[in-house]
Structure formats: structure tokens, C-alpha cells
């Protein structure tokens, strides 16, 4: 059974940093794509990152390029997400996402963090 958790969401002043973590099980997690997503009362669930399997690109949503930082560590199955100079449009629940290309292609999410970033 697949398994992502998040942690390391909470409350921040605007200006501050957090790092989230997203650990995973029961999945060959060096061979899937993972991402960050984001999701904000009212709104839809948006992406906020994403990194391939190697870890060698990386993709960012324009609103948070230059602030956060997606890596990964396949050698502990997690993957990490940086988040500095946060605004209070940053807060929402986090959730991770991996997309295994095994049995024809799988998405597992993570239950979610959240993220607060007071003014």
C-alpha cells in the first residue's frame, strides 16, 4: 500500500520560512515523478512544483519561482519543499504527489499539511 505524508506545515509571519517533507512507502519512489500542490479555500487545488524522478529538472508555478525549492532524496524516498520570503497568499494545505509509471501509470497524494502565513 502506497503511502505519502506530509509534514512540517504550521504557522509563520509573513517574511519566515518553513520546509515541508513528504515521506513515502510502499512505492519505488526513485522512479516517479513528484510535485507540490497547493489548495486555498475556493479555489482549486493549483500546482505549486514539480521534479522528475532523477531529481535533475524541476518546474515552478510563477507565483512562487525565485522563493521555494523542490528536491528530492531517493535514497530516504522523500521529497522536500523549501519555502522562504512567504507571503500570506501562500497559505493553504500542501499536498504531495506521486505519479508512478508502473501498471500503466499511477497517482498516489498525500493527506496534506498545512501551511499558514499570518500579515
Known amino acids: 500500500q502506497v503511502q505519502l505524508v506530509e509534514s512540517g506545515g504550521g504557522l509563520v509571519q509573513a517574511g519566515g520560512s518553513l520546509r515541508l517533507s513528504c515521506a513515502a512507502s510502499?512505492?519505488?519512489?526513485?522512479?516517479?515523478?513528484m510535485c507540490w500542490y497547493r489548495q486555498t479555500p475556493g479555489k482549486q487545488r493549483e500546482l505549486v512544483a514539480d521534479i522528475t524522478a532523477s531529481g535533475g529538472s524541476t518546474n515552478y508555478a510563477d507565483a512562487v519561482k525565485g522563493r521555494f525549492t523542490i528536491s528530492r532524496d531517493n535514497a530516504k524516498s522523500t521529497l522536500y519543499l523549501q519555502m522562504n520570503s512567504l507571503k500570506p497568499e501562500d497559505t493553504g494545505v500542501y499536498y504531495c504527489?506521486?505519479?508512478?509509471?508502473?501498471?500503466?501509470?499511477?497517482?498516489?497524494w498525500g493527506q496534506g499539511t498545512q501551511v499558514t502565513v499570518s500579515s
Open positions: 504527489k506521486s505519479d508512478s509509471p508502473l501498471n500503466g501509470g499511477r497517482t498516489y
Open positions: 510502499g512505492t519505488i519512489f526513485s522512479i516517479n515523478a
